[in-house]
T-cell receptor
Framework: KQEVTQIPAALSVPEGENLVLNCSFTDSAIYNLQWFRQDPGKGLTSLLLIQSSQREQTSGRLNASLDKSSGRSTLYIAASQPGDSATYLCAVRPDQAGTALIFGKGTTLSVSS | EPEVTQTPSHQVTQMGQEVILRCVPISNHLYFYWYRQILGQKVEFLVSFYNNEISEKSEIFDDQFSVERPDGSNFTLKIRSTKLEDSAMYFC????????????FGSGTRLTVV
């Protein structure tokens, strides 16, 4: 059964710092992986989606990498800002036929000014 | 930017009562989903819906749950006889393709069963 783990559970950094969030999954046979952002009391916003054949995706200050064989993904945030404060969730889709996303518990990021 | 709209934002119900959570997916999306998040826990998949039928469901989605697309715009989740453990945030989502691109979540309905 696929399990998704995110480390650390919480992270506090000063503004301007570059940071890395980690996601690991137990079964390397995935179809794709997504990173989401969740603000308190709000829904989830998709940040980046990486297909299993891809190594990384970039959007602005965000870069997500995928190492399927080792069951790991990282989300790199460059030059962090207070507005980046949120919970970041990693989710894997196990296979093409299935539609369910399996989520990690998330990393809660706090960026201080 | 197109949004997935969920109503109500918060619902309180008595144990044993039926509740219907409503969602309006993005108009050109074809796949619809319900997820839930119990406070402090992971977001969990409940069900996916495509072409007017359930395409996948989790173990959580037992006989007390049902989904329906009653018209061309709404997508509903019904919980027949609520239990205390059904208290959670319920998220509706939609995507334009099975690939997952354009996967958009609503802001959620917080269901409190008392």
């Amino acid at each position: 059964k696929q399990e998704v783990t995110q480390i650390p559970a919480a992270l506090s950094v000063p503004e301007g710092e570059n940071l890395v969030l980690n996601c690991s999954f137990t079964d390397s046979a995935i179809y794709n992986l997504q990173w989401f952002r969740q603000d308190p009391g709000k829904g989830l916003t998709s940040l980046l989606l990486i297909q299993s054949s891809q190594r990384e995706q970039t959007s602005g200050r965000l870069n997500a990498s995928l190492d399927k064989s080792s069951g790991r993904s990282t989300l790199y945030i460059a030059a962090s800002q207070p507005g980046d404060s949120a919970t970041y969730l990693c989710a894997v889709r196990p296979d093409q036929a299935g539609t369910a996303l399996i989520f990690g518990k998330g990393t809660t990021l706090s960026v201080s000014s | 930017e197109p949004e997935v709209t969920q109503t109500p934002s918060h619902q309180v119900t008595q144990m044993g009562q039926e509740v219907i959570l409503r969602c309006v997916p993005i108009s050109n999306h074809l796949y619809f989903y319900w997820y839930r998040q119990i406070l402090g826990q992971k977001v969990e998949f409940l069900v996916s819906f495509y072409n007017n039928e359930i395409s996948e469901k989790s173990e959580i989605f037992d006989d007390q749950f049902s989904v329906e697309r009653p018209d061309g715009s709404n997508f509903t989740l019904k919980i027949r006889s609520t239990k205390l453990e059904d208290s959670a945030m319920y998220f509706c989502a939609s995507s334009e393709a099975l690939s997952g691109y354009g996967y958009t979540f609503g802001s959620g309905t917080r269901l409190t069963v008392v």
